[in-house]
């Protein structure tokens, strides 16, 4: 069988793959070939490691239907045709578990810099505008002792509720699609209406998948119904918010910062207004982005196409 690895992955996931007896066809490169070139390597290969977030629609699955496993390199799953995929007979699967800590780490890194107007704040001494401590200049907001909103208290989000309430003795409340009985008990999380979270979160956190039902979920109504003084965070999928919405109601002062690793579109384009707003921190989608991390995830997602190579079921099989 053959294997195509779209775009570099650690060498030690590279050499597991090479000694497994795998024809690798791999792009040593960060740059995903062109579409059309990237479609032709998959039509001659059996199994696809779909490094990054290359967009797998029914186009691509009815024109790559040789192939018996497609592994993501994420956990969310909605840049792919689940459906086109089922239809031709290709299993997919996804990396849970494993970037959950990070992830939420990087929500936990948004959530202080914005509280903090740290990129602003940063830049100033770049730009060499360092005033000589200004006593009311660019105020932050206190973190301890507020309390933290977790939209969708999955694997992401409780490891976010962890670190919050150890650190800062944040009071948890959370709104899911189902109660969550362990962070309820663990945390003493408390399970409100969309509403209720809302209104009485300091801190909102979005950890959930994007679905047709939280695509736009916060939205100018949503914004308007939150503290003025509350800080919004996403590093879910940038389309669970309404970007025009978000520059909004900031400038209305309907909720007072944000702190943001997903946008819509990616990448941000430089002129956008949130980056210059000074209680406002943007990241390129970097959740996941560490060694170690990134290299479990290729890990993951390579044991996955052996399962198929061996004809096992992926560990992580999706949909
Ligand atoms: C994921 O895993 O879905 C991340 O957003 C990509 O790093």
């Known amino acids: 069988m053959k294997i195509y690895i779209s775009r570099k992955i650690p060498s030690e996931v590279l050499l597991h793959i090479g ?6 066809h791999y792009n040593d490169s960060e740059t995903l070939p062109e579409r059309s070139v990237f479609i ?4 001659q290969a059996d199994l696809l490691l779909n490094v990054g977030m290359a967009q797998l629609d029914a186009g691509f699955m009815e024109a790559c239907s040789n192939l018996k496993g497609i592994a993501l390199t994420s956990v969310g799953y909605d840049h792919v045709d689940l459906e086109a995929a089922a239809r031709n007979g290709i299993p997919v699967s996804n990396t849970p578990g494993v970037l959950s800590r990070t992830t939420a780490e990087t929500a936990f890194l948004l959530m202080l810099a914005t509280s903090r107007k740290a990129f602003f704040r940063a830049g100033e001494v770049q730009r060499g505008e360092w ?4 006593f009311l200049h660019e105020l932050g907001i206190e973190i301890s002792g507020k309390t933290l909103g977790i939209f969708g208290l999955g ?18 409340i959370y709104h899911n ?4 009985l362990q962070g309820e008990k663990e945390l003493r999380a408390v399970y409100v209406s969309f509403e209720e979270l809302l209104e009485r979160s300091d801190v909102l956190s979005v950890h959930t998948n994007l679905t047709p039902e939280t695509r736009y979920m916060f939205n100018r109504n949503s914004f308007a119904r939150m503290k003025p003084t509350a800080i919004f965070i996403n590093t879910a999928r940038g ?10 109601a900031l400038k209305d002062g309907l909720i007072w910062g944000a702190g943001l690793d997903v946008t819509d579109p990616e990448p941000m384009q430089p002129d956008n207004p949130l980056l210059q707003m000074p209680n406002v921190c943007v990241l390129p989608h970097i959740g996941s982005a560490t060694i170690e991390t990134r290299t479990a995830m290729a890990q993951m997602a390579a044991d996955n196409l052996l399962a198929v190579y061996r004809g096992e079921k992926m560990p992580q099989e999706v949909g």
């Open 239 to 248: 389309k669970v918010h309404r970007e025009p919405d978000l520059i909004r």
């Open 155 to 172: 694997r992401i989000g409780i490891e976010m509720a962890r670190m919050s309430r150890a650190a800062f003795g944040m009071d948890i």
């Open 19 to 24: 000694q497994s007896g795998l024809e690798v």
């Open 177 to 180: 699609r189902s109660r969550n």
């Open 40 to 43: 032709r390597n998959c039509q």
């Open 131 to 134: 005033k000589k401590f200004g």
